[in-house]
């Protein structure tokens, strides 16, 4: 099996088709060199084919011998050697996987360097300084990235060589510090690791192959795996490609752009660079970087060429395109491309702008497919409440949307913050991969260093996160930062806004995000799309939840959850007198109480959905729930007693209490021995929907039965329905009657479920619970985690469906039921309701409808878009 390909190699399909065999990097790589003819230095990509074999069995003889070959074939192209005393040729080593997953997996530069070929390289460009800075910059990499040292011991001293030297920046470091510092880290090396520092070109390259092969599985790169969705078991590609220098001297540099603003879609080049400085200096933050427009007075003619690639990068990609490049003495070289992340609101101008350029051309089927549910989740966050503010300080806003909370300044006090309940903003000096897992449980974070494009920025506009980068005027001082003469501790409230760049001392009140102009259009055209193919609906359980969720477009509720409405601090005791009764008259009374309230609630909901259809769910989780805890009743009798009512509410609730509750008496089990409660509600529900028809309204009333696992079972209480609906004297009502599919039994003899129902709705919560055997309450902790941690599970089932088990019951479930009834109308009202991967599943399977939280019902019209076009 071929494991490495060069750049140039001709493949049969085009390079940037093949990211599953070369990663993205080495894709566009392939792609920028062997299609676009761009001066991209040479190199070759070790697939990921190899990554997985190595993670499986290691480093084969196979991979070696073919890494071999690719190297002398480098090394012709070239014309140098790696690691060659006299003229060496060095090399970058950077992980490529299929998904971009920005700084969570390891780079290594300058490697080929050591003690001779440092001499080589001082000779070869007369410039010792540069040389000893290169060899300084790698042994820090590689001894951090490889062999694992710490590199908070290189920083340490480098700064301290700075202060020596008085330099105020990297580059002013003199070249006999900078040799001092190669022998100090070596040192450092040697004391952490008990091994001199490798000199061997071939055991550096290896070495730093295998720690980027191994970095896949890194907690980072697992943490980012996990938020993002992307399977475990893809690997990563390698990309070993030729140095070029943006630190030889001042008339060399190094930059990252985008084609467009990647906040808010505008067009033009957008970006940061520096100058005599390599690139990881402008990702990592580490140096305040000049606007990529500075670049024009610096370097015009390198500006004019670059230019001129960007018009060329989105033509032939069709989209916005991040990018980095190096400048080596006045010579653009292009190091990488991809398609660029982007905010939501920048995703949505750029979708509806790329349908109006000729060059571009986009479809709107196409321009749909460039639209994420993070990128709908983006333009609803929330915006400071008011403008007049006594600004603390003021950075580059990098990721929008206003966040409030506590300051903490690393990420394990962020985690522990948040595991206390607390809101946190992530205060650093610049943000590492090693940050990730706190900048995940952040509400915003703030950096005093770094640009647009720096490491915090890049993820926090992935994650949807508000972010403010480069706020230079606020100094970090142990667990304090100070700004304007402000002291602020951890612990203490402020507020960003990551649009302005607004530091705002204390808890600013916020008001949610107006979406963008094209949000609207492009989810009319994914409406036009859907029209009489799938409908989404909200689940919804009050009048003011309907008329939000007709607001996000719902046309229909797909879930109306009774018990909420019993919960209600007015309806509580009435619900406790109804299982307290000792007669029927007595329960006959609440129950009589309850539908008065019951109606009322009914009316509102079926008043915001007028003419849509709106499926009412009877009572389904057991009684207990409505009863007080058992154990607080019992320390309270022991403690000082209880009162003659609470006597009775205890002995309710051990009477009622079940070991397996979500398995007892809930659903249509609890019709069965309490039948008055199931016919007391439908009658609320056709009051209710009478009175909207006397005011002019169209209510379309759906009455859902839950848990029925046999035809006998929803015969009976169809039968109840009905009845109640004969009593109310409202025959003329649009009324249909169906049940929830929420077992494996249930979906496997939908057959004979159909014999008695108009509908079917799959709670696939339940029935991802019950295919598994999860319990949904205590799995999604360490256990899930773990399980997808160790490959055992592709995704957690509860937020993404699980094709293979609970999707093939739906299948089964739809296929059976229509069988039967082929009119069966079918909808699914599970949080897999508004999940796009799920609703895929879905739409495939011939689903009438899906039902999901009122704030996915945008993501949820998008989804069910997209499917339709991919089917």
Same mark, same amino acid.
């Given at each position: 099996?071929?494991?490495?390909?060069?750049?140039?190699?001709?493949?049969?399909?085009?390079?940037?088709?093949?990211?599953?065999?070369?990663?993205?990097?080495?894709?566009?790589?392939?792609?920028?060199?062997?299609?676009?003819?761009?001066?991209?230095?040479?190199?070759?990509?070790?697939?990921?084919?190899?990554?997985?074999? =190595?993670?499986?069995?290691?480093?084969?003889?196979?991979?070696?011998? /073919?890494?071999?070959?690719?190297?002398?074939?480098?090394?012709?192209?070239?014309?140098?050697?790696?690691?060659?005393?006299?003229?060496?040729?060095?090399?970058?080593?950077?992980?490529?996987?299929?998904?971009?997953?920005?700084?969570?997996?390891?780079?290594?530069?300058?490697?080929?360097?050591?003690?001779?070929?440092?001499?080589?390289?001082?000779?070869?460009?007369?410039?010792?300084?540069?040389?000893?800075?290169?060899?300084?910059?790698?042994?820090?990499?590689?001894?951090?990235?490889?062999?694992?040292?710490?590199?908070?011991?290189?920083?340490?001293?480098?700064?301290?060589?700075?202060? %020596?030297?008085?330099?105020? &920046?990297?580059?002013? !470091?003199?070249?006999?510090?900078?040799?001092?510092?190669?022998?100090?880290?070596?040192?450092?090396?040697?004391?952490?690791?008990? +091994?001199?520092?490798?000199?061997?070109?071939?055991?550096?390259?290896?070495?730093?192959?295998?720690?980027?092969?191994?970095?896949?599985?890194?907690?980072?790169?697992?943490?980012?795996? /996990?938020?993002?969705?992307?399977? +475990?078991?893809?690997?990563?590609?390698?990309?070993?490609?030729?140095?070029?220098?943006?630190?030889?001297?001042?008339?060399?540099?190094?930059?990252?752009?985008?084609?467009?603003?990647?906040?808010?879609?505008?067009?033009?080049?957008?970006?940061?660079?520096?100058?005599?400085?390599?690139?990881?200096?402008?990702?990592?933050?580490?140096?305040?970087?000049?606007?990529?427009?500075?670049?024009?007075?610096?370097?015009?003619?390198?500006?004019?060429?670059?230019?001129?690639?960007?018009?060329?990068?989105?033509?032939? =990609?069709?989209?916005?395109?991040?990018?980095?490049?190096?400048?080596?003495?006045?010579?653009?070289?292009?190091? /990488?491309?991809?398609?660029?992340?982007?905010?939501?609101?920048?995703?949505?101008?750029?979708?509806?702008?790329?349908?109006?350029?000729?060059?571009?051309?986009? +479809?709107?089927?196409?321009?749909?497919?460039?639209?994420?549910?993070?990128?709908?989740?983006?333009?609803?966050?929330?915006?400071?409440?008011?403008?007049?503010?006594?600004?603390?300080?003021?950075?580059?806003?990098?990721?929008?949307?206003?966040?409030?909370?506590?300051? =903490?300044?690393?990420?394990?006090?962020?985690?522990?913050?948040?595991?206390?309940?607390?809101? !946190?903003?992530?205060?650093?000096?610049?943000?590492?991969?090693?940050?990730?897992?706190?900048?995940?449980?952040?509400?915003?974070?703030?950096?005093?260093?770094?640009?647009?494009?720096?490491?915090?920025?890049?993820?926090?506009?992935?994650?949807?996160?508000?972010?403010?980068?480069?706020?230079?005027?606020?100094?970090?001082?142990?667990?304090?930062?100070?700004?304007?003469?402000?002291?602020?501790?951890?612990?203490?409230?402020?507020?960003?806004?990551?649009?302005?760049?607004?530091?705002?001392?204390?808890?600013?009140?916020?008001? &949610?995000?107006?979406?963008?102009?094209?949000?609207?259009?492009?989810?009319?055209?994914?409406?036009?799309?859907?029209?009489?193919? @799938?409908?989404?609906?909200?689940?919804?359980?009050?009048?003011?939840?309907?008329?939000?969720?007709?607001?996000?477009?719902?046309?229909?509720?797909?879930?109306?959850?009774?018990?909420?409405?019993?919960?209600?601090?007015?309806?509580?005791?009435?619900?406790?007198?109804?299982?307290?009764?000792?007669?029927?008259?007595?329960?006959?009374?609440?129950?009589?109480?309850?539908?008065?309230?019951?109606?009322?609630?009914?009316?509102?909901?079926?008043?915001?959905?007028?003419?849509?259809?709106?499926?009412?769910?009877?009572?389904?989780?057991?009684?207990?729930?409505?009863?007080?805890?058992?154990?607080?009743?019992?320390?309270?009798?022991?403690?000082?007693?209880?009162?003659?009512?609470?006597?009775?509410?205890?002995?309710?609730?051990?009477?009622?209490?079940?070991?397996?509750?979500?398995?007892?008496?809930?659903?249509?089990?609890?019709?069965?021995?309490?039948?008055?409660? =199931?016919?007391?509600?439908?009658?609320?529900?056709?009051?209710?929907?009478?009175?909207?028809?006397?005011?002019?309204?169209?209510?379309?009333?759906?009455?859902? @039965?839950?848990?029925?696992?046999?035809?006998?079972?929803?015969?009976?209480?169809?039968?109840?329905?009905?009845?109640?609906?004969?009593? !109310?004297?409202?025959?003329?009502?649009?009324?249909?009657?169906?049940?929830?599919?929420?077992?494996?039994?249930?979906? %496997?003899?939908?057959?004979?479920?159909?014999?008695?129902?108009?509908?079917? &709705?799959?709670?696939?919560?339940? %029935?991802?619970?019950?295919?598994?055997?999860?319990?949904?309450?205590?799995?999604?902790?360490?256990?899930?985690?773990?399980?997808?941690?160790?490959?055992?599970?592709?995704?957690?089932?509860?937020?993404?469906?699980?094709?293979?088990?609970?999707?093939?019951?739906?299948?089964?479930?739809?296929?059976?039921?229509?069988?039967?009834?082929?009119?069966?109308? @079918?909808?699914?009202?599970?949080?897999?309701?508004?999940?796009?991967?799920?609703?895929?599943?879905?739409?495939?399977?011939?689903?009438?409808?899906?039902?999901?939280?009122?704030?996915?019902?945008?993501?949820?019209?998008?989804?069910?878009? /997209?499917?339709?076009?991919?089917?």
């Amino acid at each position: 099996m071929q494991l490495v390909f060069a750049f140039d190699f001709p493949h049969s399909a085009q390079p940037k088709d093949l990211k599953d065999l070369l990663g993205g990097k080495g894709a566009n790589l392939a792609e920028m060199t062997s299609v676009l003819d761009l001066p991209v230095p040479h190199g070759f990509t070790i697939s990921t084919d190899a990554c997985r074999q =190595y993670l499986s069995d290691g480093w084969s003889d196979e991979l070696e011998s /073919q890494v071999k070959v690719a190297l002398l074939a480098l090394e012709a192209k070239m014309g140098k050697t790696l690691g060659d005393p006299a003229d060496p040729l060095l090399v970058s080593v950077r992980s490529g996987a299929k998904f971009s997953m920005p700084g969570m997996m390891d780079t290594v530069l300058n490697l080929g360097l050591n003690d001779l070929s440092v001499e080589g390289l001082a000779r070869q460009t007369n410039d010792h300084r540069f040389a000893y800075d290169s060899y300084r910059r790698f042994i820090h990499m590689y001894a951090r990235i490889v062999l694992g040292v710490s590199g908070e011991e290189f920083d340490r001293l480098f700064e301290a060589a700075k202060e %020596l030297a008085t330099a105020r &920046s990297d580059a002013a !470091v003199p070249t006999e510090l900078l040799r001092y510092l190669i022998g100090s880290f070596k040192e450092l090396v040697l004391e952490h690791t008990g +091994s001199p520092f490798p000199q061997d070109p071939a055991v550096q390259l290896q070495g730093a192959i295998e720690a980027v092969f191994k970095s896949w599985n890194g907690s980072r790169a697992i943490a980012y795996r /996990q938020r993002e969705g992307i399977p +475990s078991d893809l690997g990563t590609a390698v990309n070993v490609q030729a140095m070029v220098f943006g630190n030889r001297d001042d008339n060399s540099g190094t930059g990252v752009g985008f084609t467009r603003d990647p906040a808010n879609g505008a067009k033009g080049a957008y970006g940061d660079f520096l100058v005599n400085a390599q690139g990881e200096d402008v990702v990592a933050g580490v140096r305040n970087t000049e606007p990529l427009s500075a670049l024009k007075d610096r370097f015009p003619d390198v500006y004019a060429e670059l230019m001129e690639i960007f018009d060329r990068l989105e033509g032939h =990609y069709r989209d916005m395109c991040d990018t980095e490049f190096t400048i080596e003495q006045g010579k653009l070289w292009m190091l /990488q491309t991809r398609v660029g992340k982007r905010t939501g609101v920048a995703a949505f101008k750029m979708a509806v702008d790329m349908t109006k350029e000729p060059v571009i051309s986009l +479809s709107k089927e196409e321009a749909l497919l460039r639209i994420t549910s993070d990128h709908i989740d983006q333009v609803l966050h929330p915006q400071f409440a008011t403008k007049n503010l006594e600004v603390l300080a003021k950075g580059l806003g990098a990721s929008p949307g206003a966040a409030v909370g506590k300051v =903490y300044f690393s990420a394990d006090e962020a985690v522990e913050a948040t595991k206390r309940g607390e809101k !946190v903003i992530l205060v650093r000096k610049e943000t590492s991969p090693e940050d990730v897992h706190g900048m995940l449980v952040a509400e915003g974070i703030l950096t005093t260093r770094g640009g647009l494009v720096s490491h915090a920025a890049v993820v926090a506009r992935g994650w949807g996160k508000p972010a403010v980068v480069g706020a230079d005027s606020i100094k970090i001082v142990d667990r304090t930062f100070v700004a304007s003469g402000v002291t602020v501790i951890e612990g203490d409230e402020i507020s960003i806004e990551g649009s302005t760049g607004e530091v705002v001392l204390g808890a600013i009140e916020l008001t &949610s995000a107006t979406p963008p102009a094209e949000f609207q259009t492009l989810l009319s055209w994914a409406d036009e799309l859907r029209k009489d193919r @799938i409908k989404v609906r909200a689940n919804a359980d009050t009048g003011a939840d309907a008329a939000l969720a007709r607001s996000f477009g719902a046309e229909g509720i797909g879930l109306c959850r009774t018990e909420h409405m019993f919960l209600a601090e007015d309806r509580l005791p009435i619900v406790r007198r109804m299982i307290l009764a000792e007669d029927g008259e007595e329960e006959a009374s609440a129950l009589e109480e309850l539908r008065v309230a019951q109606r009322d609630d009914f009316v509102a909901i079926l008043r915001a959905m007028d003419g849509q259809p709106v499926t009412v769910r009877l009572l389904d989780p057991p009684l207990h729930e409505f009863l007080p805890d058992t154990e607080v009743l019992a320390v309270k009798e022991a403690a000082e007693g209880l009162t003659e009512e609470e006597s009775k509410l205890f002995q309710a609730a051990k009477a009622w209490k079940e070991v397996n509750p979500m398995l007892g008496t809930r659903g249509v089990r609890l019709g069965v021995i309490k039948p008055g409660l =199931y016919s007391m509600q439908v009658r609320a529900l056709m009051e209710a929907a009478a009175k909207c028809v006397k005011e002019g309204r169209k209510p379309i009333v759906e009455i859902m @039965i839950p848990l029925t696992v046999t035809k006998e079972e929803l015969f009976l209480a169809r039968r109840w329905v009905t009845d109640a609906i004969a009593e !109310v004297g409202a025959s003329g009502l649009d009324v249909s009657i169906g049940t929830m599919i929420e077992t494996p039994r249930a979906a %496997l003899r939908a057959d004979e479920l159909a014999e008695a129902a108009d509908f079917f &709705s799959f709670g696939t919560n339940d %029935l991802t619970q019950m295919t598994f055997g999860f319990s949904r309450d205590d799995v999604e902790g360490k256990m899930m985690a773990r399980y997808i941690d160790e490959g055992l599970l592709p995704s957690n089932p509860f937020k993404t469906i699980d094709q293979a088990g609970v999707g093939e019951l739906v299948r089964i479930g739809v296929e059976r039921g229509r069988k039967t009834k082929p009119d069966l109308k @079918i909808g699914v009202c599970g949080e897999h309701g508004g999940d796009p991967a799920s609703i895929d599943l879905f739409v495939k399977a011939g689903l009438d409808y899906v039902s999901c939280s009122t704030f996915r019902v945008p993501i949820a019209r998008l989804a069910a878009a /997209q499917a339709l076009i991919t089917l």
